[in-house]
């Protein structure tokens, strides 16, 4: 029988923890529990042991940043994804640092929030698109949570960064050229960049090609 994710969660909003309980079952993950502050968190991790914990960062008694870090030191291998209402680049910055894997946005939640749990079960991180941009420039010299390109994306994006023309690209991946633009702008808008030049800074970031 195949195991169904056992995910926490943790808001101190009745209404966002109803919504979520039917979202998660509606996708066939196992809902262990539900708390309402950082403290309680910590404690249904160790007598629950989740493979997932969905938070809030704003809680009572003790927040979501700080009950992370808590968990860590418990060597707790449960993946967390924050739920949020704050669009703070410094804060998901701080999140990720602390050992997070994930920061979604409730403004952006439901369909997204089941694309970053699927994510982060795989081993990879999330970060909500219309925050990348600008978490990605807190990483300046450290490697930044990567967002989810293709294979095919991630081939053009490491021959645009070692100076490739748009042909010369399409030539070397047998496409057609307006095929390699397509996957360009694709990558801006899924990153939220605007030029070449940040496209390539990123793939130095990430360790595609080097600085």
């Given at each position: 029988?195949?195991?169904?994710?056992?995910v926490?969660?943790?808001?101190?909003?009745?209404?966002v923890?109803?919504g979520l309980?039917?979202l998660?079952k509606?996708?066939h993950?196992?809902?262990?529990?539900?708390?309402a502050?950082?403290?309680?968190?910590?404690?249904?991790?160790?007598?629950?042991?989740?493979?997932?914990i969905v938070?809030?960062?704003?809680?009572?008694?003790?927040?979501?940043?700080e009950?992370?870090?808590r968990?860590k030191?418990?060597?707790?291998?449960?993946?967390?994804?924050?739920?949020?209402m704050?669009?703070?680049a410094?804060?998901?910055?701080e999140?990720f640092r602390?050992?997070?894997?994930g920061?979604?946005?409730?403004q952006?939640?439901?369909?997204?929030?089941?694309a970053?749990?699927?994510?982060?079960?795989q081993?990879?991180?999330?970060l909500?698109?219309l925050m990348t941009?600008?978490?990605?420039a807190?990483?300046?010299?450290s490697?930044?949570?990567?967002?989810?390109l293709?294979?095919?994306?991630r081939e053009?994006?490491?021959?645009?960064?070692?100076?490739?023309r748009?042909?010369?690209?399409?030539?070397?991946?047998?496409?057609?050229?307006?095929?390699?633009?397509t996957?360009?702008?694709?990558m801006?808008?899924?990153?939220?960049?605007?030029?070449?030049?940040?496209l390539?800074r990123?793939?130095?970031q990430?360790?595609l090609?080097?600085?």
């Amino acid at each position: 029988m195949k195991h169904r994710t056992k995910v926490l969660l943790a808001d101190d909003h009745a209404m966002v923890v109803e919504g979520l309980v039917t979202l998660l079952k509606d996708h066939h993950f196992d809902v262990a529990g539900t708390v309402a502050d950082g403290s309680e968190l910590i404690d249904a991790v160790l007598k629950l042991k989740p493979d997932l914990i969905v938070a809030d960062i704003a809680m009572p008694v003790l927040g979501g940043l700080e009950a992370l870090r808590r968990l860590k030191a418990t060597r707790s291998e449960a993946k967390v994804v924050f739920l949020t209402m704050h669009a703070d680049a410094q804060l998901a910055t701080e999140a990720f640092r602390a050992g997070a894997s994930g920061y979604v946005l409730k403004q952006s939640a439901g369909e997204e929030l089941i694309a970053a749990i699927k994510e982060v079960l795989q081993g990879r991180t999330y970060l909500t698109p219309l925050m990348t941009k600008d978490v990605i420039a807190n990483f300046t010299g450290s490697t930044p949570p990567t967002v989810k390109l293709t294979p095919r994306q991630r081939e053009v994006l490491r021959l645009i960064a070692e100076g490739r023309r748009m042909k010369e690209i399409a030539a070397i991946l047998e496409l057609s050229t307006r095929t390699v633009e397509t996957h360009k702008y694709e990558m801006m808008r899924t990153l939220g960049m605007e030029s070449t030049a940040e496209l390539v800074r990123y793939a130095i970031q990430i360790g595609l090609v080097e600085r």
